[in-house]
């Protein structure tokens, strides 16, 4: 979905701030919705790309203001709601083995679709109708688009796509800058 | 203070969840304790720094490392959640590399532990791949501007790591040595090891 939490590239944020000596949690509060996070999706309440998904649905002011443990609350919160706590999926890694041969190589020339799906994606905004290269041909995991939503697993080969700066942002782009970033392989086409 | 009516309220509906949820067999008794001892204590960037002082003082590990980081990491009795699978990028004086993730906060937890702040704020994420060299600067690290930056996005499940350059002047410090020149901050690759 073309959500707030797709931040790449948007301006206005102001300055990066950097906290001096951070606490792992600065809440006791923090620390126990990271691990009932963790054990709610390793109990199978839901997939990863389910909890992502969840956080991406809060609205735009909340997902802004809650702070990133009050994110995952939230969603949490939300996940119990609507599956009532009960595991749903047997607990298992995202990773698969290849069944067929990765569709490029490195070195190839892509361009990243430009869809707008109103569910849960993993293609960056920034990257879309945007022309890169493999960089790197990772391994296959379960496609994020359709796992998030119980629409099947889909497992594909990922691929590290470096896109220059100039691609992505224009001719005052940094020259010496690229993005490498991380893409399904149904979220690619060939260049012609 | 509004902050602390807000914690107050989140512990509320923290401890509601795990209630419910211990209820319902997804909590066991003393887990969240464990997960969130393991957190603090033995999961951080004094792993990772160890994982780069290794690698400074043996070619061949750099090489495995280069090669397949979760399983050079691993020979260092580091793994877990988030580290299944770890690419390590290598900064030289001609290329520097940066990590990010634009979509929500995906971080190498087994060598770097939980990420800070800054990396799961707005003005990182949005900023960091629209104008790297200006970030970098802000945070403290200048770089000419012949230098490649390569930003790293996990948008996916592979996790990266940046192995930094190992400072001038280390020769004869060894691993124990290095690794305390080993900041999370370089292993992110906004900032470069800590001089001797």
Redesign the interface.
């Known amino acids: 979905m073309d959500g707030i939490h797709d931040l790449g590239g948007m301006h206005g944020f102001g300055a990066v701030v950097v906290e001096r000596d951070e606490r792992v949690f600065h809440a006791a509060w923090e620390g126990r919705v990271f691990a009932l996070v963790g054990l709610a999706l390793a109990g199978g309440l839901a997939n990863v790309d389910a909890f992502r998904h969840a956080i991406e649905r809060l609205s735009p002011v909340e997902y802004l203001t809650a702070g990133y443990y009050g994110r995952w609350l939230a969603a949490l919160e939300r996940l119990v709601a609507e599956r009532g706590a009960l595991p749903r999926t047997a607990p298992r890694s995202a990773r698969r083995d290849a069944t067929g041969s990765p569709r490029f190589a490195a070195g190839d020339a892509v361009i990243a679709r430009n869809v707008h799906p109103a569910g849960h994606t993993r293609l960056p905004r920034y990257v879309r109708g945007r022309r890169g290269v493999v960089a790197r041909v990772h391994p296959v995991w379960v496609f994020p688009d359709t796992n998030a939503h119980d629409r099947g697993e889909h497992p594909q080969h990922v691929y590290a796509v470096r896109f220059a700066a100039t691609e992505l942002w224009g001719d005052d782009a940094d020259r010496a800058a690229s993005v490498h970033v991380d893409l399904f392989e149904s979220y690619l086409e060939p260049v012609p | 203070m509004a902050h602390d009516h807000d914690?107050d309220d989140?512990?509320h509906?923290?401890?509601a969840?795990?209630s419910?949820?211990t209820e319902?067999?997804?909590?066991?008794p003393g887990?969240?304790?464990a997960?969130?001892r393991r957190?603090?204590q033995d999961v951080?960037p004094m792993n990772g720094a160890k994982v780069v002082a290794r690698a400074w003082t043996d070619p061949a590990y750099r090489r495995r490392l280069l090669a397949d980081g979760a399983a050079a990491i691993a020979e260092l009795g580091f793994g877990g959640?988030q580290g299944?699978?770890v690419?390590v990028v290598e900064n030289t004086p001609a290329v520097h590399n940066v990590v990010v993730c634009?979509?929500?906060?995906c971080y190498p937890w087994p060598v770097l532990?939980?990420p800070?702040?800054?990396y799961?704020?707005?003005?990182?994420?949005?900023?960091v791949?629209?104008?790297?060299?200006g970030?970098l600067a802000?945070?403290g690290l200048p770089l000419d501007?012949?230098?490649?930056?390569?930003?790293?996005?996990?948008?996916?499940?592979?996790r990266y790591m940046v192995l930094p350059e190992r400072p001038a002047g280390t020769d004869g410090l060894d691993a124990d040595a290095l690794a305390a020149l080993v900041t999370r901050d370089a292993m992110i690759g906004v900032a470069r090891a800590k001089a001797p």
């Open positions: 914690d989140r512990a509906r923290a401890e969840l795990e419910l949820l319902k067999g997804l909590v066991a887990a969240v304790d997960i969130i957190y603090e951080g959640p299944e699978h690419v634009t979509l929500c906060s532990g939980l800070p702040s800054w799961k704020d707005p003005a990182y994420r949005s900023r791949v629209r104008e790297p060299r970030v802000e945070m501007a012949h230098v490649e930056i390569r930003v790293w996005d996990s948008s996916a499940e592979v």
